[in-house]
């Protein structure tokens, strides 16, 4: 059984000088139909994340 992972990133603003800033965005789709899960993270565990 083989696991397809893709990544791509996600423009969500640009900085002062005008450059992008990106979020990348893993999916993974195995071999066979099953449940999904959503797991997000960020870099300081107490902020709470806009959706």
């Known amino acids: ?9 996600m423009v969500v603003a640009q900085n002062a000088s005008g450059r992008n800033m ?3 965005i893993y999916r993974m789709k195995g071999a066979r ?3 999904t899960v959503y797991i997000q993270s960020s870099i300081h565990g107490a902020e709470v994340q806009n959706t």
């Open 1 to 9: 059984m083989t696991t397809q992972v893709v990544k791509k990133h």
């Open 22 to 24: 990106n979020v990348p």
């Open 33 to 35: 139909p099953g449940p």
